[in-house]
C-alpha cells in the first residue's frame, strides 16, 4: 500500500468539481492511457496571466493530486511565472509523493508547459467571458 502524505489526500479529494473546458483558452495534455496516467491542463486567461486552471485526469491518486495542486498554484500567475514551476515545488506543495509516484508531478507540469505553449498564441478573450471565470475548478476520473 501506497503511503500519501495528508496534502496530497486533500488535493485529491478537494479534485472533484467537474468543468466544461470546452471554452478554455488553452489546454495541453502528458500521459498515456496504456501507462496509466493522463492529464490534462485546460488554462483560461486574461492580459497574459492565468484566471482559471483545471485539471481533468484519468489516473491515480497522485496523478489526481498533482494535477489539482499545480492548477491552484498557478490561478493568478501570469504565463511565464506558471511555466517557471517546477517538478519539485509541485512536489513540496503535496509534500512528497511515494517514489514510485514521482512520476505523476513531472506528467503534471508537462502538461501545463503544452497548455502554456498553446496559450502564449491566443489573444484575450471576450470581456463578458472573463468576467464569468471564477475559480479553480478540476474534473477527474481514478483509474482502476
Wanted: proline content about 3%; glycine content about 10%.
Amino acid at each position: 500500500m501506497l503511503d500519501f502524505s495528508e496534502k496530497t489526500l486533500e488535493y485529491f479529494r478537494r479534485a472533484q468539481d467537474v468543468l466544461d473546458e470546452s471554452d478554455a483558452d488553452a489546454s495541453g495534455s502528458a500521459g498515456s492511457a496504456q501507462e496509466g496516467n493522463v492529464i490534462r491542463i485546460s488554462l483560461w486567461v486574461r492580459s497574459g496571466r492565468i484566471v482559471k486552471a483545471s485539471a481533468r485526469t484519468f489516473g491515480c491518486v497522485s496523478a489526481i493530486a498533482a494535477g489539482c495542486a499545480l492548477c491552484e498554484a498557478v490561478n493568478g500567475m501570469t504565463l511565464g511565472e506558471a511555466g517557471a514551476v517546477s517538478r519539485f515545488r509541485l512536489l513540496a506543495l503535496l509534500d512528497g509523493l511515494p517514489e514510485e509516484r514521482r512520476y505523476c508531478a513531472g506528467l503534471a507540469i508537462e502538461a501545463l508547459r503544452r497548455a502554456i505553449a498553446c496559450g502564449r498564441n491566443v489573444a484575450d478573450p471576450a470581456p463578458e467571458r472573463a468576467q464569468a471565470l471564477g475559480s479553480v475548478s478540476h474534473r477527474t476520473e481514478e483509474s482502476p
